[in-house]
């Protein structure tokens, strides 16, 4: 299993940009997806979270500014990040738990985009 996340880039403070993760790989179902992201000299720190059945959580930091969804007949998460800040700026990761050819639980790591939000 792969995960591959996509749609960071270089955007002024205000600005929006959409992330993108896709689960890849034998699936046979995907459980919780997040988003976690690690500021420069910082811990990794979770930003939000979606659940099978679609229910969310959010770090208070981007509440109000972010939203999760998920597509679960892609296998893909989404996070759709508005009115960013500079202090948004961050390299952002996707994780799923995700029950695989083996039939048993396992956690995925996306390899990372890079938010950069400019004042």
């Known amino acids: 299993v792969q995960l591959q996340a996509c749609g960071g880039g270089l955007v002024q403070a205000g600005g929006s940009l959409r992330l993108s993760c896709a689960a890849r790989?034998?699936?046979?179902?995907?459980?919780?997806m997040d988003w976690y992201r690690q500021a420069p000299g910082k811990e990794r720190e979770l930003v939000a979270a979606?659940?099978?059945?679609?229910?969310?959580n959010y770090a208070d930091s981007v509440k109000g500014r972010f939203t999760i969804s998920r597509d679960n007949a892609k296998n893909m998460v989404y996070l759709q990040m508005n009115s960013l800040k500079p202090e948004d700026t961050a390299v952002y990761y996707c994780?799923?738990?995700?029950?695989?050819?083996?039939?048993?639980?396992?956690?995925?790591w996306g390899q990372g985009t890079l938010v950069t939000v400019s004042s």
């Open positions: 979606i659940t099978s059945t679609g229910s969310t």
């Open positions: 994780k799923a738990e995700v029950i695989d050819g083996s039939h048993w639980p396992h956690s995925w």
């Open positions: 790989g034998i699936i046979f179902s995907v459980n919780y």
